[in-house]
């Protein structure tokens, strides 16, 4: 009478994708893959069940991307190959059968190789196919977890049973302790001849896959014993040693000593308590008992979890076992990684038999010889082999459903989860990093980000500037204004709202600052009502005084504590001392200013002591064995020639600057400028800004040294990423045009001049004093007063020169007199000429539009 088993089902293994994954492979994407859609390695983990009401489980967090930022030493790791499209159409479209298939190839070649013995993780294998709207926060997602189908199905001898209720108490102990310590065993010295593919990593989390994959404890192990009920001398070895255990078996059989032969003779361990065999028959050595035993993490009364089922698959093809006790391992909600004997189940399967010329192509077995059984497989070594081995690999099945219970993929969305602050935040970061798919890949979006930015002036300048900033994912922004909202300030100061402007004006600074933050809830906005302290504009009194130094130094703070300071101000003298503080901290200056239809952005150059010119390239040597020269001097090579720095705003005049605000129309106290030339200085302020701060080299420095795009070339390395840092832009909106300018900075310039910088460093608020009530105390002291002394003592010998010259050519006292009095006129025309142009000239200033 034929005898019929029940067949073994499994439970199938259900995905779990943390957050910490999505937002780590947000990044992954953003930063690394970028349009690439090249398989990445992840890491996949389980562990035995705890718990009846949670079903087997993979799970994916940050460390199976990044396995650094955390360790998962107490779980199993899988290994998962991970598709990330592009498009959706590319996710829908591809070949998911083609995909599956290659991975149980994988996997195919793994058992028969005997690599998965040696590494059981390769029988975990799993894929992953995705799809991120990393804009809107939605995935689309399928995993598969590839069980290769035997040509038989798996079944039972006998229903599953407990293991407390299979084996007595004290085998169930030892049985708990082997496990327990298989699982945790003390970390190994490194073995440079162990049979793994990864080397042994030190203590501490891993730091890649491989590691990972090497470390984690495997899901799979035997557990052999002298008894057939594991009473006593529990051992737990890996998978691996079956051909070891074979092998002694194999001996004791020529030796003598061992009793028992499966049919056709084959020797075997013994793998089922009632003696049945390997061969495909029964018999047994009566030596040894083994078990296999596997990390459960089903939580079905008589189902194994899904991973069993390429393990078992593995056991028929290798070991030619035709029964196979297998412990489903189980541990107890209490924790502590104890096995639970009342859930973990013992299983007696029967394995179909395989014909070795299906699974192992080029292999033949003899089973007339007790030596019969065959080597381990190896792996394919050439093309033919592979394609061979390719062609006899199983189908394999497991896509995982969705929450429908259908074979489709799965859909995630995360948007109405998140806050919205860290939505926003995203989206910004997300705009700029996209730059570096195809645009600029060297682009560092983070270095611009991080800036710290102070804002001189929240007016139709600041408005416009601080939202350009924003843009570019800039947190830190200070804006410092005196002023109030007026009621004609919304209309062309972004920031404002007519609210603003009730009961006399809220103070622009602290109006300003909020917006940003409303429009970027993640910025680190603050505003300070503060009156800058101006040449030419001395206080009022000594409480006004007071106010002015307490000024001085709050200005000073702020610009030390920042790293881009931008001079948007109405007047030309309230852009002095912000200047010279850039300049003595050396921090990167901006300038903008608009007219009525022209406009000028400008960074400030270096400070004193560095330079915006480049270091000339040092000479070629000489060749090797060349004769030297006869003409060559021997005179000490001349020094090195000082660099130029580039100009600031102030360094076009000859003059300090002083009070502009006197006798001053309506139109001139207003800014009357075409409304959208505002917006344009502002943005290409900020783009300056851009640009400097990718330029190579660490720290401020090499921002505020970058060189003019007429020496960049003589810059070593590669091009900055979003070109050379202009020294000026003015346009022209009546000709809708632009021009890039450069001028090397003055030495007698009052504001970023060695003289200047120096004496506020020693004196400070002293120098500042000086200058409100006195600009020309800057002549001074820059030079400049010598400077017109000896341009007015040039001008009066042009003068006597042309006199005389036009008194000899008229030959007579009364002609001379009428000549003296025409050529008085001249002169003096002359010399009005003569300043006139040095005002045109030397004192062209780059921002009187």
């Not at 203590?203 to 192990?221: D, I, K």
């Not at 077995?365 to 190896?378: C, E, I, L, N, Y």
């Not at 300071?565 to 850039?582: I, K, N």
């Not at 001379?816 to 003569?834: I, Q, T, V």
Request: glycine share 10%.
């Amino acid at each position: 009478m034929t005898q019929t088993h029940e067949v073994l089902r499994f439970a199938q293994l259900q995905s779990v994708v943390d957050v910490t994954f999505l937002a780590e492979l947000s990044e992954h994407k953003l930063n690394v893959l970028k349009l690439s859609e090249d398989p990445v390695d992840i890491v996949g983990y389980f562990s035995p069940n705890r718990y009846d009401s949670v079903p087997a489980r993979l799970q994916l967090d940050v460390s199976s991307l990044r396995p650094s930022a955390t360790s998962r030493l107490d779980c199993h790791a899988a290994h998962g190959q991970l598709l990330l499209f592009n498009t959706i159409e590319g996710f829908r479209g591809c070949d998911k059968q083609e995909l599956m298939r290659q991975v149980a190839n994988r996997i195919w070649t793994d058992i028969c190789s005997g690599a998965a013995e040696a590494e059981p993780w390769r029988l975990c294998r799993f894929l992953l196919i995705m799809h991120g709207d990393l804009k809107h926060y939605k995935f689309h997602y399928w995993f598969a977890f590839p069980a290769l189908k035997p040509p038989a199905p798996f079944t039972l001898e006998a229903p599953p049973s407990p293991l407390a209720a299979a084996l007595p108490a004290p085998a169930v102990e030892l049985i708990s302790s082997a496990c327990a310590a298989w699982r945790s065993p003390p970390a190994p010295p490194s073995d440079p001849n162990s049979a793994s593919a990864f080397s042994s990593p030190g203590p501490g989390p891993a730091g890649s896959v491989p590691e990972v994959l090497a470390r984690s404890p495997s899901p799979f192990w035997l557990l052999t014993s002298p008894h057939p009920d594991f009473s006593r001398e529990v051992t737990a070895r890996p998978l691996a040693d079956w051909s070891e255990l074979q092998r002694e078996l194999e001996l004791e059989l020529e030796s003598g000593h061992g009793v028992g032969a499966g049919t056709g003779g084959s020797a075997a361990v013994e793998t089922e308590g009632e003696g049945a065999g390997a061969g495909g028959g029964g018999g047994s050595c009566g030596r040894l008992h083994v078990l296999l035993v596997f990390s459960d993490g089903s939580n079905q009364g008589s189902h194994p979890g899904w991973q069993l089922r390429n393990a078992l698959l593995m056991a028929a093809v290798r070991w030619r076992v035709g029964r196979l006790r297998v412990l489903c391992l189980r541990e107890s909600s209490r924790g502590g990684g104890r096995l639970d004997p009342q859930r973990s189940l013992l299983l007696s399967v029967v394995l179909p038999t395989i014909s070795p010329t299906t699974t192992e192509p080029g292999t033949t077995t003899d089973t007339g010889s007790s030596s019969s059984r065959p080597p381990p497989v190896p792996p394919p070594t050439s093309s033919a082999a592979g394609a061979a081995a390719d062609r006899r690999c199983p189908e394999a099945v497991g896509w995982e459903a969705n929450a429908q219970g259908r074979l489709l993929p799965r859909f995630l969305d995360l948007g109405p989860h998140l806050r919205p602050e860290a939505q926003a935040e995203q989206a910004v970061d997300l705009n700029l990093r996209l730059m570096r798919w195809r645009a600029v890949p060297e682009l560092e979006v983070g270095a611009m980000a991080a800036t710290k930015c102070l804002l001189l002036g929240a007016g139709t300048l600041g408005c416009a500037v601080g939202r350009t900033l924003q843009a570019w994912g800039v947190r830190h922004i200070t804006l410092v204004d005196s002023g109030r909202v007026a009621f004609s300030n919304p209309v062309r100061q972004s920031l404002y709202t007519f609210e603003d402007c009730l009961g006399g004006g809220r103070p622009k600074a602290e109006a300003a600052a909020e917006a940003l933050r409303r429009i970027f809830p993640s910025a680190v906005t603050s505003g300070l009502q503060l009156s800058i302290p101006m040449p030419g504009h001395p206080p009022a009194g000594p409480a006004d005084e007071q106010l002015l130094q307490q000024a001085t130094q709050q200005l000073d703070e702020l610009v030390s504590q920042h790293d881009a300071v931008f001079l948007l101000t109405d007047t030309r003298e309230s852009r002095w001392l912000p200047a010279l503080l850039a300049a003595t901290h050396g921090k990167i200056a901006i300038t903008a200013a608009v007219g009525f239809d022209s406009f000028l952005v400008m960074r400030h150059g270096a400070p004193p002591g560095a330079a915006n010119e480049p270091q000339p390239p040092k000479a070629a040597p000489s060749a090797p064995g060349a004769p030297p020269s006869a003409a060559a001097p021997s005179a000490p090579p001349p020094p090195p020639l000082a660099r130029r720095r580039l100009g600031c705003y102030f360094c076009n005049d000859v003059f300090a600057p002083a009070n502009s605000t006197r006798d001053r129309s309506l139109d001139q106290q207003c800014t009357v400028a075409r409304p959208g030339l505002a917006p344009v200085a502002g943005a290409l302020a900020v783009e300056l800004l851009a640009a400097m701060v990718q330029h190579g080299g660490p720290g401020e420095a090499a921002a505020v040294c970058a060189p003019p795009p007429s020496l960049a070339e003589q810059q070593p390395g590669d091009p900055p990423p979003l070109g050379p840092a202009p020294h000026m832009v003015r346009g022209q909106l009546s000709s809708f045009g632009q021009v890039l300018m450069e001028g090397w900075a003055f030495g007698q310039c009052t504001a970023c001049s060695a003289a200047v910088v120096d004496a506020y460093r020693c004196r400070g608020w002293g120098l500042v004093r000086e200058a409100l009530h006195s600009p020309a105390a800057l002549e001074a002291l820059t030079g400049l007063e010598e400077l017109h002394a000896a341009a007015a003592a040039a001008m009066m010998e042009d003068e006597e020169e042309e006199e005389g010259g036009e008194g000899g050519e008229e030959g007579g006292v009364g002609k001379a007199g009428d000549g003296g009095d025409g050529g008085g006129g001249e002169a003096g025309k002359g010399a009005g000429a003569l300043e006139g142009g040095e005002d045109a000239g030397v004192e062209e200033d780059w921002t009187e539009l």
